[in-house]
T-cell receptor, first 114, second 116 residues
C-alpha cells in the first residue's frame, strides 16, 4: 500500500514570494506522483505529474516539482506566487503501470496575501 | 474535448432517503473512478471501472453504496438510506487504461451531498 504525507496543513505567503509545499510518500513499489489543485467548491485540476525521466517536472501556472527517490519526496515549488494561487493543493501517488486508484495526502492550504 | 461532467452539482437530502449521482467521463477514457472527499481531507478512493467491469471496491464502500457503469460510458453512484456521515463531495475521474501509456486521472467538478 502507498501513503502520502503533507506535513503543512496551511502555508501563508505574501504575493510575489517563493513557496514550497512539501510532500513525502511511502511505498514498497514504484510509484507515479501527482500534484492537483482544488479551488473552493470545485473538482481537482492536475498541476503536474512525474511518471519517469527527468526528476524535475514543470507544470501549469509556473509550478514545478522535483522527485527525490532517496528521500521519497515530491515537493512543489513556485518562485513567485500570485493571489490567484490561493487554493488547496494535494499530492497523490499511484502504483506504476496500473492506472489504478490514487492515494492522496490531506492537502495543504496555500494562502497568498498582499 | 469536453472534460468529465457530474450531475447534480449539489444535492440536499433528508436522512434515510436514496440519492443517485451521475458521471460522464472523457469520451475516449475507458477507466472511471469514484472518490469521496470530506471537509478538510484529501479524496478517498471508493471504486473504479474499466469499461463496464468494476475492478476494485474500497472498504469505505458499504453495502448502502452501489456503483454501475452499464455500457462502459457514464456511471452512476447510488447511496441508499443516507446517513449524516455520507455528507461529502463525491468526485468522479477518468483515465485511459494500462498499456495505453496514460496514467493521469482527470477529475470532474464533483457532487456536493448534504444529508440533513
Amino acid at each position: 500500500a502507498q501513503s502520502v504525507t503533507q506535513l503543512d496543513s496551511q502555508v501563508p505567503v505574501f504575493e510575489e514570494a517563493p513557496v514550497e509545499l512539501r510532500c513525502n510518500y511511502s511505498s514498497s513499489v514504484s510509484v507515479y506522483l501527482f500534484w492537483y489543485v482544488q479551488y473552493p467548491n470545485q473538482g481537482l485540476q492536475l498541476l503536474l505529474k512525474y511518471l519517469s525521466g527527468s526528476t524535475l517536472v514543470k507544470g501549469i501556472n509556473g509550478f514545478e516539482a522535483e522527485f527525490n527517490k532517496s528521500q521519497t519526496s515530491f515537493h512543489l515549488r513556485k518562485p513567485s506566487v500570485h493571489i490567484s494561487d490561493t487554493a488547496e493543493y494535494f499530492c497523490a501517488v499511484t502504483r506504476t503501470g496500473t492506472a489504478s486508484k490514487l492515494t492522496f495526502g490531506t492537502g495543504t492550504r496555500l494562502q497568498v496575501t498582499l | 474535448d469536453t472534460g468529465v461532467s457530474q450531475d447534480p452539482r449539489h444535492k440536499i437530502t433528508k436522512r434515510g432517503q436514496n440519492v443517485t449521482f451521475r458521471c460522464d467521463p472523457i469520451s475516449e477514457h475507458n477507466r472511471l473512478y469514484w472518490y469521496r472527499q470530506t471537509l478538510g481531507q484529501g479524496p478517498e478512493f471508493l471504486t473504479y471501472f474499466q469499461n463496464e467491469a468494476q475492478l476494485e471496491k474500497s472498504r469505505l464502500l458499504s453495502d448502502r453504496f452501489s456503483a454501475e457503469r452499464p455500457k462502459g460510458s457514464f456511471s452512476t453512484l447510488e447511496i441508499q438510506r443516507t446517513e449524516q456521515g455520507d455528507s461529502a463531495m463525491y468526485l468522479c475521474a477518468s483515465s485511459l487504461a494500462v498499456g495505453q501509456g496514460q496514467d493521469t486521472q482527470y477529475f470532474g467538478p464533483g457532487t456536493r451531498l448534504t444529508v440533513l
